[in-house]
């Protein structure tokens, strides 16, 4: 696929980017076989490529978190930011999508709106404490509004949505608090193609707000056809960083294929 099929196929919307929102400095873990170091402008759509076990999921479990770094450095809208714990980034405004959507990323036997509801019902506890009752009623009709989340009713059991439908509550979850930068693992994977096309869209509204977005994908296609710049991993390394408009899939493959 080369310019124009590309546009067709994933409906990409150029944006202005902004300054500088996430910066990532000498960052070393499980995983990463070298400290990577990126930086993520405001607006922009940051897409990681590279071929299973280069380390490009191990890469955004360390920036949420979800696994201790061994050393490096992060800032948000250049303050600096301890990650040790998913808690740290969330608060950083930080939030993960991660691949393995039943299993990590929703409560299947919960409904639609306490998923919807869980990462940000607290700071809208009556007392820190007791829940309430009014803004979980508000904000699960306005994500399903929103974001075209298909259900019959919020107090469907999450298990019962389409697969589309579960990452566009994923999404949403995040949504009801203060995002600056998304983390997105495969987040069109095992769904059909009219969600995609759902799921592309949301990503671009979420860039046109000023938000962050990473995206790890395993098809190069997509990589090129929805992201501003594509960061290449090669065996826990990045091996290259392209700007959407100088990315060919020979030049992507050559970096992420691996070395004698």
Same mark, same amino acid.
């Given at each position: 696929?080369?310019? =124009?099929?590309?546009?067709?196929?994933?409906?990409?919307?150029?944006?202005?980017?902004?300054?500088?929102?996430? #910066?990532?400095?000498?960052? &070393?873990?499980? %995983? +990463?076989?070298?400290?990577? &170091?990126? /930086?993520?402008? =405001? %607006?922009?759509? +940051?897409?990681?490529?590279?071929?299973?076990?280069?380390? *490009? $999921? #191990?890469?955004? *479990?360390?920036?949420?978190?979800?696994?201790?770094?061994?050393?490096?450095?992060? *800032?948000?809208?250049?303050?600096?930011?301890?990650?040790?714990?998913?808690?740290?980034?969330?608060?950083?405004?930080?939030?993960?999508?991660?691949?393995?959507?039943? =299993?990590?990323?929703? +409560?299947? /036997?919960?409904?639609? =709106? !306490?998923?919807?509801?869980?990462?940000?019902?607290?700071?809208?506890?009556?007392?820190?404490?007791?829940?309430?009752?009014?803004? !979980?009623?508000?904000?699960?009709?306005?994500?399903?509004?929103?974001? %075209?989340?298909?259900?019959? &009713?919020? *107090?469907?059991?999450?298990?019962?949505?389409?697969?589309?439908?579960? @990452?566009?509550?994923?999404?949403?979850?995040?949504?009801?608090?203060?995002?600056?930068?998304?983390?997105?693992? #495969?987040? $069109?994977?095992?769904?059909?193609?009219?969600?995609?096309?759902?799921?592309?869209?949301?990503?671009?509204?979420? /860039?046109?707000?000023?938000?962050?977005?990473?995206?790890?994908?395993?098809?190069?296609? !997509?990589?090129?056809?929805?992201?501003?710049?594509?960061?290449?991993?090669? #065996?826990?390394?990045?091996? %290259?960083?392209?700007?959407?408009? !100088?990315? $060919?899939? @020979?030049?992507?493959?050559?970096?992420?294929?691996?070395?004698?």
């Amino acid at each position: 696929m080369v310019g =124009r099929e590309l546009k067709d196929v994933f409906g990409f919307r150029a944006r202005d980017l902004g300054a500088t929102l996430l #910066e990532v400095s000498d960052l &070393s873990g499980p %995983g +990463l076989r070298a400290p990577v &170091s990126f /930086a993520v402008g =405001r %607006g922009e759509i +940051l897409g990681i490529f590279g071929l299973v076990g280069a380390g *490009r $999921t #191990e890469l955004l *479990r360390l920036l949420f978190g979800a696994r201790a770094a061994d050393a490096g450095g992060v *800032r948000v809208e250049g303050r600096p930011v301890r990650i040790r714990k998913p808690i740290d980034a969330i608060r950083a405004g930080i939030s993960f999508c991660p691949e393995d959507r039943k =299993r990590e990323g929703i +409560l299947p /036997a919960a409904t639609v =709106r !306490e998923n919807l509801n869980i990462s940000n019902r607290r700071r809208h506890c009556f007392g820190g404490f007791f829940l309430n009752p009014a803004w !979980e009623h508000a904000n699960a009709q306005h994500q399903i509004s929103a974001l %075209g989340i298909k259900t019959p &009713s919020p *107090r469907q059991l999450m298990r019962n949505l389409s697969g589309g439908n579960q @990452q566009k509550a994923i999404f949403a979850r995040w949504l009801s608090g203060d995002v600056k930068v998304m983390l997105l693992d #495969e987040p $069109t994977r095992g769904i059909d193609v009219g969600s995609k096309r759902e799921i592309y869209n949301l990503i671009y509204s979420l /860039a046109e707000q000023g938000v962050g977005v990473v995206m790890v994908s395993s098809e190069l296609p !997509e990589v090129m056809g929805v992201c501003d710049r594509i960061l290449v991993m090669n #065996e826990g390394r990045i091996s %290259g960083d392209m700007p959407r408009a !100088e990315a $060919t899939e @020979q030049a992507i493959l050559e970096l992420a294929l691996p070395r004698d």
